[in-house]
C-alpha cells in the first residue's frame, strides 16, 4: 500500500473522505469536509461501511434480508448527509459503500483505490466517554495511514468550523 497521491496534478482535484455514520457528531466531519472541499476547490468522498456479520449458509436468505436493509439504512444516511453538504457549499459528494466489520480496514481500501483523497476526516464524540471507537482505532494507526488524518471535536459549533475551514 502507499500508491501516489495525486491530489494537486493536472487533471485531478484534492477529495477529503469522511466515514457517515449514525454518531451526533457525525454532522461535524461533514460540515468540515464540506467547507474544506469549497475552501480548496476540492470534493468529498462519503463513505458508509456495512458491517453484515457472518453469513451462515443455512440462513442465507436472512443474511440478505439484513444486507438489503442494511444498504437501505446507509443510503438513507447518505442521503442525508449529501443533502447536508450540498446545502452548505453547494456540491454534490460521491457516495461509496463498503462492507466488512473493521471499518479502518474498509478506509484505507477506499483511500488506495482513489489517488485524488488527501485528506480522512472523523468527528470526535465530545463525552466523557471518548472520542468513538473508530476515531480512537484511526487514531492508533494514524501514523501508518497514506494521507493526513483531520479530527474534529464533536463539540465545535457551525461558526467555529466556519473559521477553521
Request: proline fraction near 5%; charge should be negative.
Amino acid at each position: 500500500m502507499n500508491t501516489k497521491r495525486r491530489s494537486y496534478e493536472s487533471g485531478h482535484k484534492p477529495k477529503c473522505l469522511v466515514l457517515v455514520d449514525e454518531t451526533p457528531e457525525c454532522d461535524r466531519a461533514v460540515y468540515y469536509a464540506s467547507r474544506w472541499a469549497v475552501r480548496v476547490g476540492g470534493g468529498v468522498v462519503m463513505l458508509r461501511v456495512i458491517d453484515t456479520g457472518d453469513r451462515n449458509q443455512q440462513w442465507l436468505g436472512v443474511a440478505d434480508i439484513m444486507r438489503a436493509e442494511a444498504l437501505e439504512e446507509a443510503n438513507i444516511a447518505l442521503d442525508r448527509a449529501s443533502g447536508r453538504a450540498n446545502g452548505l457549499a453547494a456540491i454534490t459528494p460521491e457516495r461509496v459503500f463498503r462492507e466488512g466489520a473493521d471499518p479502518r480496514e474498509q478506509i484505507l481500501d477506499v483511500i488506495e483505490n482513489d489517488v485524488d483523497i488527501a485528506l480522512l476526516v472523523l468527528a470526535a464524540a465530545a463525552g466523557a466517554e471518548g472520542p468513538g471507537p473508530i476515531v480512537t482505532a484511526v487514531a492508533k494507526t494514524s501514523g501508518a495511514f497514506p494521507i493526513p488524518v483531520t479530527i474534529v471535536p464533536g463539540n465545535l459549533s457551525d461558526e467555529d468550523l466556519d473559521a477553521l475551514s
